[in-house]
């Protein structure tokens, strides 16, 4: 049973243009969660979300920033505009259900040069 | 937002003593999970914990939800070098249960 997965590792963008990150969550988990790490920083929420629906983004800024998990594919964040601030790593969880425990994927390195 | 405490901030110890280390918050969580972060990796789930007192381990590790349901514990028995890390609670939001808040971290150091 292959675990979260996320793609790519390591993204390097220059200020001005669009991040997409990838995250596929484990087999049978329908709930993703994303998260940013900021270095020797705890992780911070930034959005929950079941298949086709947003539950909460209370956590993601309201602009530039996006979410989606479609009914095929990957769950996707995307960052638009990015700028220095956003490098950080930015890592998914999914889970079987709200109260069941989070496993995370191996994160993505954002760097905006 | 919720505030998770975890201390020490960071321990330097000796390989095969033991560890322990807690994290505490000013509301009631009805869960704890105990996660491991090796750099640049995501966090590990090491315990998860669902009941007030309950004790749970898991090999060398054992982890406590506190009574008041305010605090956890996790204690690390016989410290070996693969132990280093960066150590963090985490519980679903009191309110909602939607968002997962961590606790600040606890960087152990295993000095062989």
């Known amino acids: 049973n292959a675990g979260v997965m996320q793609n790519p590792r390591h993204l390097v963008r220059r200020r001005g243009q669009e991040a997409r990150l990838r995250c596929s969550p484990m087999?049978?988990?329908?709930?993703v969660y994303w998260y940013r790490q900021l270095p020797e920083e705890g992780l911070k929420f930034m959005v929950y979300?079941?298949?086709?629906?947003?539950?909460?983004e209370s956590g993601m800024p309201k602009e530039r920033f996006s979410a989606e998990f479609p009914k095929e594919g990957p769950s996707i964040l995307r960052i638009q505009q990015v700028v220095r601030g956003d490098s950080a790593a930015y890592f998914c969880a999914s889970a079987v259900s709200i109260v069941e425990e989070q496993y995370f994927g191996p994160g993505t390195r954002l760097t905006v040069t | 937002g919720q505030q998770l405490n975890q201390s020490p901030q960071s321990m330097f110890i000796q390989e095969g003593e033991d560890v322990s280390m807690n994290c505490t918050s000013s509301?009631?969580?009805?869960?704890w999970l105990w996660y491991k972060q090796d750099p640049g990796e995501g966090p590990v789930l090491l315990i998860a914990?669902?009941?007030?007192?309950e004790l749970t381990s898991n090999g060398r590790l054992t982890a406590q939800f506190g009574i008041t349901r305010k605090d956890s514990f996790l204690n690390i028995s016989a410290s070996i070098p693969s132990d280093v890390g960066i150590y963090f609670c985490a519980g679903p939001s009191p309110n909602t249960g939607n968002q997962f808040y961590f606790g600040t971290g606890t960087s152990l150091t295993v000095i062989p």
């Open positions: 509301s009631i969580f009805n869960t």
């Open positions: 087999k049978g988990h329908s709930h």
């Open positions: 979300l079941q298949k086709e629906n947003i539950i909460d």
């Open positions: 914990l669902y009941k007030a007192g």
